[in-house]
């Protein structure tokens, strides 16, 4: 059985940093791709980033040069580091491991909240 | 960006009733649709992909449908557990791109 689970979320103030992870069973997130989505609150699900097998990784615009994903083979852990954070990133993060193309396998998420 | 219009945003219905969601992309995503029913502090759910494909374990009562840029997820008979808030998700192109969401409660 397949169970991710994200930590690492907490309050921060703007300008802050933090990072999240997402530890994986029953799946390999070095050779799958893994993606962060979020949902701040009252709002819809937002994709935010990618990490492929290959290790090559895309960002939503909102994100790019601010976060950064990356893994660890040796304790099957996603990471997201989130720098310069912003109120606007307040939100649910959800870790995401795909089959057949899609986000197939989910966590129940890690709350960030962004505030002074 | 690809842009995915979903419509209702939210809906009304009863147990037994059918339900019927829309997504429309504003290009072109062949079959790389799926859908996800999300409930609060619970892990979002896959419940189709590649537009038409049920994802395992799914009930039968959910289908979609569609290609192209016009998609449907239909709930043939809303049971209890249904209620909840369902967005599309296109995986044709970075970056992925989710619905606005529709939320299904209780009439």
């Known amino acids: 059985e397949v169970e991710l689970v994200e930590s690492g979320g907490g309050l921060v103030q703007p300008g802050g940093s933090l990072r999240l992870s997402c530890a994986a069973s029953?799946?390999?997130?070095?050779?799958?791709?893994m993606s962060w989505v979020r949902q701040a609150p009252g709002k819809g699900l937002e994709w935010v980033s990618v990490?492929?097998?290959?290790?090559?990784?895309q960002y939503a615009d909102s994100v790019k040069g601010r976060f950064s994903i990356s893994r660890d083979h040796s304790t099957n852990t996603l990471y997201l580091q989130m720098n310069s954070l912003k109120t606007e990133d307040s939100a649910v993060y959800y870790c995401?491991?795909?089959?057949?193309?899609?986000?197939?396998?989910w966590g129940q998420g890690t709350l960030v909240t962004v505030s002074s | 960006a690809i842009q995915m219009t979903q419509s209702p945003s939210s809906l009304s219905a009863s147990v037994g009733d059918r339900v019927t969601i829309t997504c429309r992309a504003s290009q072109g995503i062949s079959s790389d649709l799926g859908w996800y029913q999300l409930k609060p502090g619970k892990a979002p759910k896959r419940l189709i992909f590649a537009a038409s494909t049920l994802h395992s374990g799914v009930p039968s009562r959910f289908s979609g449908s569609g290609s192209g840029t016009d998609f449907t997820l239909t709930i043939s008979s809303l049971q209890p557990d249904d209620f909840a808030t369902y967005y599309c998700l296109q995986v044709y192109s970075y970056p992925l791109t989710f619905g606005g969401g529709t939320k299904v409660d209780i009439k």
């Open positions: 995401a491991g795909y089959s057949y193309g899609y986000p197939g396998y």
């Open positions: 029953g799946f390999t997130v070095s050779t799958n791709y």
């Open positions: 990490v492929y097998s290959d290790g090559s990784t």
